[in-house]
């Protein structure tokens, strides 16, 4: 089981928002069931109805994580 801070909800839902209507993406990092850091990243499309993740913001995400 994932334990999800709520700030964390909130900021998710924060970005879908700002992003709206677009997909938005990002990953969350931490261990052992616990999410302790959240990466918002850019979605390349900028579309509604699909994503893709910017690459370099994703490699930085998980050399941060």
């Known amino acids: 089981m994932l334990n999800l801070p709520r700030r964390y909800v909130d900021e ?3 970005h879908a928002r700002e992003e709206d209507p ?3 993406c990002g990953i969350l990092a931490g261990q052992n ?3 302790t ?3 918002r ?3 390349a499309d900028k579309s509604p109805y699909r994503y893709k993740m910017d690459s ?3 490699l930085q995400a998980y050399r941060d994580a």
């Open 12 to 14: 998710i839902v924060a």
């Open 22 to 24: 677009n997909e938005c």
């Open 33 to 35: 069931g616990q999410a």
């Open 37 to 39: 850091k959240l990466y």
């Open 41 to 43: 990243i850019t979605n």
């Open 56 to 58: 370099s913001e994703l």
